[in-house]
């Protein structure tokens, strides 16, 4: 399954009922989930118990692969979020949809990987021990390069920063082309001028 060893493997169905009624979520929450999530079931735990060569982690123990069968392509995001926030362990969440699959983790903040056939998604397992196999599948999930002595938390605020600072300048470009008045076509440029000097600092 993703590529994990077959040790790894395992079936256990997740009811949506068990989760309404451990955490007593309101009607509105049940109903949106409802909505997007069809069945989950925890596919795969990566452990010192199912792979003994995988030292466990200082922070990490064990990791889950949850599969969740998706009604809608275009689901509400805060339902993965409400997920990550109910149980509290180190879970890969497998998206899945009409045999595509797309792959989500919480690391500081909510990150996805683009969708793919789910024959060809995989998810890597490299690393000494569990602290940094969960880091390396987040970098590999969320399409991350932790550059210089950035630590991965370090890197994903900074490429956050990066892409509002670059969603600023397509803003002001668009504004700069359709703006009649000269005065105003020199502000946005020298606005734009200043972000794309912040980039580079980035």
């Known amino acids: 399954m993703y590529g994990l060893p077959l040790s790894t493997e395992c079936k256990q169905q997740l009811p949506k009922k068990t989760i309404y009624a451990k955490f007593d979520l309101k009607p509105s929450q049940r109903e949106s989930f409802d909505t997007d999530v069809a069945r989950m079931d925890i596919v795969a735990v990566v452990s010192s118990a199912t792979l003994p060569a995988l030292g466990a982690g ?5 990791l889950y692969v949850l599969a969740v069968q998706l009604k809608r392509k275009d689901y509400d995001a805060k339902n ?5 926030r109910l149980i509290p362990q180190k879970i890969v969440f497998a998206l899945q949809y ?6 989500a983790v919480f690391h500081t903040k909510l990150i996805l990987s683009a969708w793919q056939p789910s024959e060809e998604a995989v998810l890597p397992l490299s690393g000494l021990n569990l602290d940094a196999v969960w880091e390396n599948m987040v970098k590999d999930i ?3 390069e932790v550059v210089g002595e950035n630590t991965l938390v370090g890197q994903i605020a900074e490429d956050d920063r990066k892409a509002k600072v670059l969603a600023q300048i397509a803003t002001l470009e668009r504004k700069m082309v359709n703006e009649k008045q000269p005065r105003r076509k020199r502000e946005y440029f020298e606005q734009i001028k200043k972000l794309k000097k912040e980039i580079k600092i980035l």
Do not use: S, Y
């Open 98 to 103: 009409e045999g595509q699959t797309q792959f």
């Open 142 to 144: 969320g399409r991350i």
């Open 80 to 84: 993965v979020l409400l997920l990550t």
């Open 58 to 62: 200082e922070e990490v123990k064990e």
